[in-house]
C-alpha cells in the first residue's frame, strides 16, 4: 500500500496555513494509470509522485492535469526527501532540471519563468483590493499588489480555475513568473497567511523558497 506524506509549503511565520501538499516517495507504487484518479481523489491543488528518489524524477498532477512545473510541490519535495536522507541536488520533472537546497531552515529551488503555466501577472494599487477579491473567471490569474514597494513586500492572490483550483493558497509558480517580471527579491503574503521568498537567480532564473512542515504520514488504499 503507497505511503501518502502530507506537507504544508510556504507556511507563515508562526507555522500556520501554507499550502497542503500530497507526496509519494514512492511513486512507481501508484500505477501511472492510477495517477489522475488519485490527484483528482486527494483533491490538493498538487501531488507529486517521486518515479526516482536518488535522481529526483518527479510527477507533479494537480486534480485535472499533469504540470511540468510549479513551485510549491517542487519546494515541498525537496523539503522532504532531505527529512527521509535521500537529499538530492536537483529535482527533474518534466520541464527540466530543478536545484533545490535547504538554507537557514527554508527550502529553495531554481527554475525558469517560461516552464511556469502561462498566467497573467494583474497589478492592483493597494492590497486592500486584492483583500476583496471574490474571484477570477478568466483563466490563470495572479492578482498582486504592493504593500511595501521600498521593502519588497507583496500582497497576492492567485486563481487558476482552468487547472481544478479556484484560488490556490501559495503558488510559486506565480512567484517565479512575478520576480522575473520584476527582477528584484520580494516577500509574498498569499492566501490566507502564507509566505513564500523570491529572488532572480542567474542567467534569467528564479529562486523561490520558504518554510514546510509535515502534517501527516498515512496509507492510502488504491481503488480499482
Do not use: C
Request: charged content about 20%.
Amino acid at each position: 500500500m503507497p505511503t501518502l506524506h502530507v506537507l504544508r509549503v510556504f507556511v507563515g511565520a508562526d507555522g500556520t496555513f501554507g499550502n497542503p501538499l500530497g507526496v509519494f516517495l514512492s511513486g512507481t507504487e501508484v500505477p501511472a494509470e492510477k495517477r489522475p484518479a488519485v490527484a483528482a481523489d486527494l483533491g490538493f491543488s498538487e501531488t507529486v509522485f517521486v518515479l526516482d528518489p536518488g535522481q529526483g524524477v518527479v510527477e507533479i498532477r494537480t486534480p485535472t492535469v499533469q504540470l511540468p512545473f510549479a513551485g510549491h510541490p517542487l519546494v515541498g519535495t525537496g523539503w522532504l526527501l532531505h527529512e527521509v536522507g535521500q537529499t538530492v541536488d536537483a529535482l527533474r520533472p518534466p520541464a527540466g532540471v530543478v536545484p533545490t537546497w535547504s538554507d537557514n531552515g527554508e527550502q529553495w529551488i531554481r527554475g525558469r519563468a517560461e516552464w511556469a503555466p502561462v498566467m497573467e501577472l494583474r497589478q492592483y494599487p493597494r492590497g486592500a483590493e486584492v483583500d476583496t477579491l471574490t474571484g477570477v473567471s478568466d483563466g490563470f490569474v495572479d492578482a498582486w499588489a504592493w504593500l511595501d514597494q521600498s521593502a519588497g513586500l507583496v500582497r497576492s492572490r492567485v486563481f487558476a480555475g482552468d487547472a481544478g483550483i479556484v484560488e490556490d493558497e501559495a503558488t510559486g509558480a506565480a512567484a517565479v513568473r512575478l520576480v522575473t517580471a520584476l527582477g528584484r527579491p520580494v516577500e509574498i503574503r498569499q492566501g490566507r497567511g502564507s509566505r513564500l521568498l523570491a529572488r532572480p537567480g542567474p542567467d534569467g532564473t528564479a529562486e523561490v523558497g520558504g518554510t514546510v512542515v509535515l502534517d501527516e504520514v498515512r496509507d492510502y488504499r488504491l481503488t480499482g
